[in-house]
């Protein structure tokens, strides 16, 4: 496939207007402020594109909820939070191209009548924050944003909103909090954003790699832009491979390639020649798969008709030395971290399962724990809590006990009786803002 | 592998931080924050990072100042302020050393890094070297997975590391 998101790759320069222009840029909003918004919608619809933010909706479907006839402001944010583990396309991105992300912006604020947008970054982003505001300020200087754009009479603002350390910022509520200058706490949903969102007005929130497939959309056609992939599942992706390959990175193609020509044509096998033992598909809350479903079609249907997430379509890449009682440890310690404290099921149930995995991982594991494992992720995911994250940390847990159960079986069969002396309990968490792990 | 360019951050004293005014200059910037957003409370992340920018930390001073320019109690703007995990409540070393700990960096070598962080400086995670040069920090997912293992300096992100490539960078950062 031709490179279309990464074109400018390898390009000297690549961010600079100019050469943003002399690729073509900004043709397509030139052809976007003459049509009308309700038809940019419709080709976005056509052209199947599904947001690349981690749920895969349908973007145009979700522009339409948006009630036109609403006499409030309406408001578009670019989700450039980039939290979850495994993930670094949007990152690439805009060191990449961040015009070719201002011009989708622009293009979808105008397609649902928005006169402001904000591109939420999160905190450690500060260069990428840097490399956007340049790229803001140029657009502004050409008219391509601000009053009038391109003599028009559409109005847009865009400005860069940074996080500040939260993961869970990323949750489109939470992000929502954030920007009005709260705690990141994820709201009860419904209302939906795109009705009751940012300062209680009708909002649209896409994800980076979403809003820059935009404009190729409106140059090319939806026709182009489908034939692309797989029914259902179209366009080009950007997958962030990385753990243990031969040549980790982000690497952009169709939707729908499998994940052994990923793994072993794109990123040069699994490192030091070892074996694959095993792979988690789509961010670290996407259940881990074994080795042997690595023929499966990298896309949203075909990864979830495997009982896992293609999500982000970050994929992390496990050799055989991988020890997975330790890759649970790991991955609950991010979760429990990043919970927001509101939910019991997730701000407790995430301790409950790190400490099980832990006591099993440090040779006193129990019979009985990997049933309360299960039952813990039974109680904090599908619904049980307010946001997701509940299921983002069952995720990793049904994973490895479905494929991998047998090491964690081993595990608990090779376990020490309980010392007699209590086991050093973990040092009490301080607060989120505190210094520590 | 890139090259340290990263600069001292320079942490304002307590005594400096009690009591808070924002001269002209700040008053300018905040301002120029509060006409991007319909209410002046959305303008908090921005005014926190321009104070911790400017002092280094955020003193309770600096909150109570920040809360009578936003209308806001100082209670909740401490509420939001310990919420997120950049925002220092207390004064840190000149370098803040930040070592991602999650997965995809642990897989290529991230705890041989935190080891070797930890011997090197004498400090555990979350502490600060004696001389004040610097602060020791695990951390989560950077956002920079295929390039692990990472740790950000400061504002800096410094990828593909070893033990030794490591080691030069800190050797090479100014006074
Ligand atoms: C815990 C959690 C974290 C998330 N983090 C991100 C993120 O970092 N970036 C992102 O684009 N979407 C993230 N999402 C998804 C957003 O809530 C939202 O669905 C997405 O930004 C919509 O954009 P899209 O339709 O273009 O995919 C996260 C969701 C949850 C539940
Ligand atoms: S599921 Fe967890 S992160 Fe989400 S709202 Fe509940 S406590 Fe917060
Ligand atoms: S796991 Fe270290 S940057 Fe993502």
Known sequence: MEPILLKAEHEKNSRALTTYLNRGGYSALKKALIMNPEDIREEVKKSGLRGRGGAGFPTGVKWGFVPQDSPKPKYLICNADESEPGTFKDRKLIHTDPHMLIEGIIISSYAINAYTAYIYI????????????????????????????????????????????????????????????????????????????????????????????????????????????????????????????????????????????????????????????????????????????????????????????????????????????????????????????????????????????????????????????????????????????????????????????????????????????????LPVRSGRGTFGM | MSVAHTQPLTMAPPELLREVHFDDEMETKISELLKRYPTKQAALLPVLWLCQEKWGWLSSGVLKAIADRLDLSPAFVEGVTTFYTMYHTEPTGKYLVQVCTTLSCQLCGASGLVEHLKERFGIDFGETTPDGRFTLLGVQCLGACGEGPVVQINNDYYTRLTVETLDQILDELPE
Not at chain 1, 138 to 147: I, R, S, T
Not at chain 1, 159 to 186: D, F, N, W
Not at chain 1, 226 to 233: E, L, M, Q, Y
Request: charged fraction near 25%.
């Open chain 1, 122 to 425: 999160r905190g450690e982003f500060y260069e990428e924050a840097q490399i956007l505001e340049k790229a803001i300020a140029e657009a502004y200087k050409k008219h391509y944003l601000g009053k009038n754009i391109l003599k028009t009479g559409y109005d847009l603002d865009v400005y860069v909103h940074r996080g500040a350390g939260a993961y869970i910022c990323g949750e489109e509520t939470a992000l929502m909090e954030s920007i009005e200058g709260k705690r990141g706490q994820p709201r009860v949903k419904p209302p939906f954003p795109a009705v009751v969102g940012l300062f209680g007005c009708p909002t649209v929130i896409n994800n980076v790699e979403t809003l820059a497939c935009v404009p190729h959309i409106i140059e090319r056609g939806a026709d182009w832009f489908a034939s692309i992939g797989r029914p259902r599942n179209t366009g080009p992706k950007l997958f962030c491979v990385s753990g243990h390959v031969n040549r980790p990175g982000v690497y952009e193609l169709p939707l729908g390639v499998t994940y052994r020509e990923i793994i072993e044509e794109h990123c040069g096998g699994v490192r030091d020649g070892k074996k694959l033992k095993g792979f988690i598909p789509g961010g670290s809350s996407a259940p881990v798969l074994p080795a042997s479903a690595i023929d499966i079609k990298a896309d949203f249907d075909s990864v979830a008709e495997a009982g896992s997430m293609f999500g982000s379509g970050a994929l992390i890449v496990l050799d055989e030395t991988t020890d997975m009682v330790w890759l649970l440890e790991n991955l609950l310690t991010f979760y429990t971290h990043e919970s927001c404290g509101q939910c019991t099921p997730c701000r407790e149930g995430g301790h409950w399962a790190l400490e099980i995995v832990r006591r099993i991982r440090r040779g006193y594991g129990r019979p009985e724990d990997l049933e309360t494992l299960e039952r813990i992720s039974r109680f904090a995911s599908q619904g049980m809590t307010l946001c997701p994250l509940g299921d983002a940390f069952c995720g990793p847990i049904t994973g490895v006990l479905k494929h991998f159960r047998g090491e964690f079986e081993a595990a608990i069969a090779k376990a020490k009786p309980l010392p007699k002396k209590k086991l050093p309990v």
